[in-house]
């Protein structure tokens, strides 16, 4: 985004759908991993049958990785290389099919795509849209669950969280809240007794997906 700023660049988003399913256990470097499933709620099936998965499904420690992989083969097969200093950002230079350098980040399933000009961008989204199933999102707007507010001419790019708060605030039924300095009541001192003796399993969840 810095670069996309300094050097007036075009910035867009596809965003994938179903990203994980579209990858591919066949590329992984190591020997793909095998796992099963029970089968889905209200699906009748016999006791002690479960079902094995044939692609990377969300919750599948391998899927991530699996997805990255899926990426860089076909992003290497279109002409791109590794940016050397990270492994999830790509850049092709400008020939015949493409005529100027197109850089594109990815982060799981988002997609962070840089040009200087619009028509080759374009050009390349519809590329990549033959081979993956997602959404145009067009112009960064949002983009990982912040904001994006930028100023073209001045060359600045700020990025602000304060939809990402009213999703937490919503959740959580605190839209109509007061506002505070402190996130806890003044005076309140906590110690390792007040640590809970059981950890529940929801709350973690609920507080691991801030």
């Given at each position: 985004?810095?670069m ?55 919750g ?51 997609t ?50 304060s ?15 007061n ?28 507080y691991?997906?801030?």
């Amino acid at each position: 985004m810095s670069m996309a700023a300094a050097l007036d660049l075009e910035m867009h988003c596809v965003d994938f759908l179903q990203a994980f399913i579209q990858a591919d256990w066949a590329v992984l470097p190591e020997k793909a991993p095998q796992f099963f499933i029970s089968p889905p709620s209200g699906w009748k099936e016999d006791d002690g049958v479960v079902y094995e998965c044939l692609c990377p499904l969300y919750g599948h420690p391998a899927s991530p990785r699996s997805l990255h992989f899926t990426f860089d083969a076909w992003m290497k097969s279109e002409g791109f290389t590794q940016s050397g200093f990270e492994d999830s950002m790509w850049i092709r230079e400008a020939d015949a099919r493409l005529p100027h350098s197109v850089l594109m980040s990815t982060h799981i399933d988002d997609t962070l795509i840089l040009c200087e000009d619009l028509d080759t961008l374009q050009k390349f989204k519809a590329l990549m849209l033959t081979r993956f199933e997602g959404t145009d999102e067009g112009d960064v707007t949002e983009y990982l669950g912040c904001n994006v507010v930028r100023d073209r001419a001045a060359k600045t790019l700020h990025l602000r969280q304060s939809s990402y708060i009213q999703k937490i605030l919503a959740h959580h039924g605190m839209t109509d809240a007061n506002l505070v300095k402190t996130p806890m009541e003044l005076g309140v001192r906590l110690s390792k007794k007040d640590c809970p003796k059981v950890l529940d399993l929801v709350i973690q969840a609920e507080y691991r997906a801030i």
